[in-house]
């Protein structure tokens, strides 16, 4: 399996709830890169997006649940996830949303930009730094509506195979395992949204507290893990 998937995409749907969908744009590659539509008043807000067949067909029916056709945004929350998220915006006539603090992003993507901080845009989803570090390179925005309790995390826990040890729904990122980030631990989320993996839709707030805890006990077992993949491929 791949870590990456290059080849002829193939969508499948994740983390199908009232206000939004994600999906896999390659669901046989081992990053399982995730990206999420979320339905807001102002429109569906694309986050983190990798590009598929029929994705314009998800969208459009993320739009007509919520009562609205247009895309009102792309959202880039982590400085290396701008993915596809110009040509997905170009298509839509939407603007790309990169958090003001986050550095080299924006002149590298070749679509109309908003810099912007708080709130994104109008969509009730309040932007908060999750990490922001020259050594490793990381820049991460979380994404949090207190109103449907949905919480978007895309990089610092995931879902994907590599973050979880032992029983864990949700892993703190192989890095960052003896430095879990303690800023998630301020939210009571329903729901958890990441950006590797298919999230957690119910009890968010449960997974995302036994995520933190275990992070050191088990990162021992998850780097075992992970070096047992890589010999035995």
């Not at 999420?36 to 694309?46: K, N």
């Not at 986050?47 to 959202?75: C, F, K, N, W």
């Not at 915006?89 to 930009?113: C, I, Q, S």
Request: with cysteine; proline share 6%.
């Amino acid at each position: 399996m791949p870590m990456k998937g290059h080849s002829q995409s193939s969508l499948a749907e994740i983390d199908r709830f009232e206000g939004g969908v994600g999906w896999l744009a390659y669901p046989d590659e081992t990053m399982q890169r995730a990206s999420h539509a979320l339905a807001t008043d102002e429109g569906v807000w694309l986050i983190d997006p990798v590009d598929a067949p029929d994705l314009d067909d998800l969208i459009a029916d993320v739009g007509d649940d919520a009562g609205t056709e247009s895309v009102a945004g792309v959202a880039v929350c982590l400085d290396r996830h701008k993915r596809d998220a110009a040509t997905i915006a170009r298509r839509h006539d939407a603007e790309v949303y990169v958090p003001r603090w986050m550095n080299g992003v924006a002149e590298e993507l070749d679509a109309p930009v908003t810099r912007f901080s708080g709130e994104l845009g109008d969509s009730g989803f309040e932007s908060f730094v999750i990490r922001d570090s020259s050594l490793p390179p990381w820049q991460e925005a979380g994404l949090y509506n207190p109103d449907t309790g949905t919480l978007v995390v895309p990089e610092s826990v995931g879902a994907a195979s590599y973050f979880l040890a032992g029983d864990e729904t949700l892993g703190v990122h192989p890095m960052l395992r003896l430095t879990p980030p303690k800023t998630l631990s301020r939210y009571d989320p329903e729901r958890v949204l990441v950006g590797h993996g298919a999230g957690v839709l119910s009890d968010g707030a449960a997974a995302l507290d036994a995520a933190l805890a275990s992070s050191k006990r088990n990162a021992v077992s998850l780097y075992g893990k992970t070096a047992k993949q890589f010999i035995t491929g």
